[in-house]
C-alpha cells in the first residue's frame, strides 16, 4: 500500500505541474496532431478524400500526439525535475526510485488516454468512419507510450544541459513522426530511405493504430517489436538515469 501510494503522489506532483502549464501540453496533445490531420485532409482532397486516407490521418495524429507527449512533453518535465534540482528533493524522500519511475508512466499514460480519447472523438466528428477494436488499441497504445517514454528518459539523464537536452527531445518528438511512413505510405519515399525508417517505433506504432482503428487485430508483428523497443529503451533509460547527481 505504501508503494501504491508513493506513484501516486508522484504522478500528483507531475499533473500539478502540468495544470500550471497547460497551453502547451494542449498544443503538444491536441493542437498540433489535430492541425496536420486537417493540412493532410486538405492536400488528399478534402471531402472527396478515400476513408483509408482519413483513417490513416486520423492514426497518424495519435501517434503523433503519443511522440509529442511522450517525448518531447515528458522529457521536458524530466529535464526540468533534473536540472532545477528536483529530483535531488524526491531523493531526499523516503522515496523508492521505481516509485518515482512507475509515477513518471502513469502520467504518461493518463496524458496519452486523455490525448487519444478526444482525437478519436474529433475524428468522428470529422467524419472517419471506424470500428475500433478498443482492447488492441489500448494494448498498442500503452506499447508505445512506455517505448517513447524510454527515448525521452534516455535524453533526460544524458543531457549536459536542459536546453540541449530539450533541443533534443523536440527534434525526436517531430522528427519521429515526420521521418517516418505516417502520414503517406512507405512507397511514396525513396528507396534508401524506405528501410530505414522502417524500423522507426512510430511506423510500427502507426501501423498498429490504423488497423486497429478499422477493427482489425493482425497486428502480432508490431506488438512484439513495439514491446521489444518498449524493454530496450526503458530499461536503458532508468539504467542511465542517477537518482543522485554525483
Given at each position: 500500500?505504501?508503494?501504491a501510494?508513493?506513484?501516486?503522489?508522484?504522478?500528483?506532483?507531475?499533473?500539478?505541474?502540468?495544470?500550471?502549464?497547460?497551453?502547451?501540453?494542449?498544443?503538444?496533445?491536441?493542437?498540433?496532431?489535430?492541425a496536420?490531420?486537417?493540412?493532410?485532409?486538405?492536400?488528399?482532397?478534402?471531402?472527396?478524400?478515400?476513408?483509408?486516407?482519413?483513417?490513416?490521418?486520423?492514426?497518424?495524429?495519435?501517434?503523433?500526439?503519443?511522440?509529442?507527449?511522450?517525448?518531447?512533453?515528458?522529457?521536458?518535465?524530466?529535464?526540468?525535475?533534473?536540472?532545477?534540482?528536483?529530483?535531488?528533493?524526491?531523493?531526499t524522500?523516503?522515496?523508492?526510485?521505481?516509485?518515482?519511475?512507475?509515477?513518471?508512466?502513469?502520467?504518461?499514460?493518463?496524458?496519452?488516454?486523455?490525448?487519444?480519447?478526444?482525437?478519436?472523438?474529433?475524428?468522428?466528428?470529422?467524419?472517419?468512419?471506424?470500428?475500433p477494436?478498443?482492447?488492441?488499441?489500448?494494448?498498442?497504445?500503452?506499447?508505445?507510450?512506455?517505448?517513447?517514454c524510454?527515448?525521452?528518459?534516455?535524453?533526460?539523464?544524458?543531457?549536459?544541459?536542459?536546453?540541449?537536452?530539450?533541443?533534443?527531445?523536440?527534434?525526436?518528438?517531430?522528427?519521429?513522426?515526420?521521418?517516418?511512413?505516417?502520414y503517406?505510405?512507405?512507397?511514396?519515399?525513396?528507396?534508401?530511405?524506405?528501410?530505414?525508417?522502417?524500423?522507426?517505433?512510430?511506423?510500427?506504432?502507426?501501423?498498429?493504430?490504423?488497423?486497429?482503428?478499422?477493427?482489425?487485430?493482425?497486428?502480432?508483428?508490431?506488438?512484439?517489436?513495439?514491446?521489444?523497443?518498449a524493454?530496450?529503451?526503458?530499461?536503458?533509460?532508468?539504467?542511465?538515469?542517477?537518482?543522485?547527481?554525483?
Amino acid at each position: 500500500m505504501t508503494r501504491a501510494t508513493d506513484i501516486v503522489c508522484v504522478f500528483r506532483i507531475q499533473f500539478a505541474g502540468t495544470r500550471r502549464e497547460v497551453g502547451p501540453f494542449l498544443l503538444a496533445a491536441l493542437v498540433f496532431p489535430a492541425a496536420i490531420y486537417l493540412f493532410a485532409f486538405a492536400v488528399a482532397g478534402g471531402e472527396v478524400a478515400p476513408q483509408a486516407s482519413r483513417l490513416r490521418f486520423l492514426a497518424g495524429s495519435v501517434v503523433f500526439s503519443l511522440s509529442l507527449t511522450s517525448i518531447s512533453w515528458l522529457g521536458y518535465l524530466l529535464l526540468e525535475n533534473r536540472f532545477t534540482g528536483r529530483l535531488k528533493l524526491f531523493a531526499t524522500l523516503p522515496l523508492a526510485p521505481s516509485s518515482y519511475v512507475f509515477g513518471v508512466l502513469l502520467f504518461a499514460v493518463a496524458q496519452a488516454a486523455a490525448s487519444t480519447t478526444t482525437l478519436l472523438v474529433l475524428g468522428r466528428v470529422l467524419g472517419v468512419q471506424m470500428n475500433p477494436n478498443f482492447l488492441m488499441l489500448i494494448v498498442v497504445i500503452l506499447l508505445t507510450i512506455l517505448c517513447l517514454c524510454g527515448l525521452g528518459v534516455i535524453v533526460a539523464a544524458r543531457a549536459r544541459s536542459f536546453s540541449q537536452g530539450s533541443l533534443v527531445t523536440d527534434t525526436l518528438g517531430a522528427g519521429l513522426i515526420f521521418l517516418a511512413p505516417v502520414y503517406y505510405s512507405p512507397e511514396m519515399m525513396p528507396r534508401t530511405l524506405r528501410v530505414l525508417v522502417q524500423a522507426l517505433p512510430t511506423t510500427f506504432a502507426a501501423r498498429a493504430v490504423q488497423t486497429t482503428l478499422a477493427g482489425g487485430h493482425a497486428i502480432g508483428s508490431e506488438v512484439l517489436v513495439l514491446g521489444l523497443m518498449a524493454f530496450i529503451t526503458l530499461g536503458l533509460g532508468f539504467r542511465l538515469m542517477k537518482w543522485r547527481e554525483d
